[in-house]
């Protein structure tokens, strides 16, 4: 491929023009394992400005931690928390029950499991501890932390869940509310007139998940942060969908979050040629969250907190062109961010012009020529 972009310019220059430094960014990441292909090829993660790395806990081990300690990269475990489907095999009573009374189908391939299953809780949680027992990480971004649904697509897929006969139980106990013994019925007056109520008490259980993850965080490796890949849409789109549907209270959420990982991928969600879709996302979470991102370092160490959004560079669904690398990268570097990283490694690492391009713009946003 050519050296150069449009116009006879260095393609480094015309990526350039868009990063200046920034000496509030922390974090310059890729999410999707280490990049064996850059180093085995003899280069380093800072040959391109990266000095962080997300790995999924499956494929976390204590070699690819040492690796990327050796590249002076901090690293970041995920940790899918509401779609462990393994769980179904021997306990399927834990699947989502719709509003019909019956099962609710994975929607679009994504299986959710039932947010109240004291065995699913326990499993994951314990997998939690374990993982930060066991791996030296800088930090632990929870994943598929929403109800049953699937929602990064252009056309989400919503269904109402979980109308189990336990989430009915726990609902009227705790909210000393009476339901229709029938389930059919109890789901019409939750999705009706007790829709205010219903939602509440949902996000406030997504929540209370966070509350106990940050407290086994405190216990086991209180150093490290705790972080949160979210949806990007706004509290107010789709009808709330965010709260309604997904069961996502962002605000409440925060009191045990440290970083905020909005995930506005522009090519993925409908907004292809709408780059800028993804700093007013993101300008919305800081206005939402009161984050600013300009707090002094002291303030950080204090527990300020922050939002790092993960923005797509690879081909998911829609194309990512090169020429979008650079204003993809700028508007998801605006504050109130003070870091990022991209979507997804996997799918990038043969795309060596991206690569190139990811590598001139996090190289100057850490004034590294």
């Not at 489907?85 to 719709?98: C, E, I, N, Q, T």
Request: aromatic share 10%; net charge neutral.
């Amino acid at each position: 491929m050519s050296a150069r972009s449009g116009g006879g310019q260095p393609k480094e220059a015309a990526v350039n023009r868009a990063a200046a430094p920034r000496p509030h960014f922390a974090v310059r990441g890729i999410y999707g394992g280490v990049p064996t292909t850059l180093l085995q090829s003899g280069k380093t993660l800072a040959d391109y400005g990266i000095n962080a790395v997300w790995i999924g806990t499956g494929a976390l081990t204590r070699a690819s931690v040492e690796l990327l300690r050796e590249q002076k990269a901090q690293v970041y475990a995920e940790f899918n928390t509401m779609h462990h489907s393994p769980f179904l095999k021997d306990d399927p009573d834990a699947a989502p029950v719709g509003s019909d009374g019956r099962v609710c189908p994975p929607p679009d391939g994504w299986q959710g499991i039932c947010p109240t299953h004291p065995a699913y809780r326990k499993e994951r949680m314990d997998a939690f501890r374990a993982v930060l027992a066991d791996f030296d990480v800088d930090g632990i971004w929870l994943d598929y932390h929403h109800s049953h649904a699937s929602w990064e697509q252009a056309e989400p897929n919503l269904p109402d869940t979980c109308f189990c006969a336990r989430c009915l139980a726990r609902f009227q106990e705790e909210t000393e509310t009476r339901l229709p013994d029938e389930p059919v019925r109890a789901s019409a007056r939750l999705l009706g007139p007790l829709r205010a109520q219903w939602t509440a008490w949902r996000c406030a259980l997504f929540t209370d998940w966070v509350r106990e993850l940050r407290q086994i965080r405190d216990a086991v490796r209180p150093a490290a942060l705790l972080g949160t890949f979210h949806c990007p849409w706004t509290d107010t789109e789709r009808g709330g969908a965010l709260a309604h549907k997904l069961a996502i209270d962002l605000r409440a959420q925060k009191a045990h979050v440290d970083v905020f990982s909005i995930m506005p991928y522009h090519a993925r969600f409908g907004h292809a040629n709408d780059v800028k879709w993804i700093a007013r996302q993101t300008a919305w979470l800081g206005r939402f969250l009161d984050i600013t991102g300009r707090e002094p370092g002291p303030a950080a160490a204090r527990g300020a907190k922050r939002i790092w959004p993960i923005v797509q560079i690879a081909d998911w669904g829609e194309t990512v062109p090169l020429a979008q690398v650079g204003p993809v990268l700028e508007a998801g570097t605006r504050l109130p961010a003070t870091g990022v990283t991209i979507f997804n490694w996997g799918s990038l690492a043969a795309q060596a012009d991206k690569v190139e391009a990811l590598g001139a713009f996090y190289r100057a946003i850490a004034n590294v020529r």
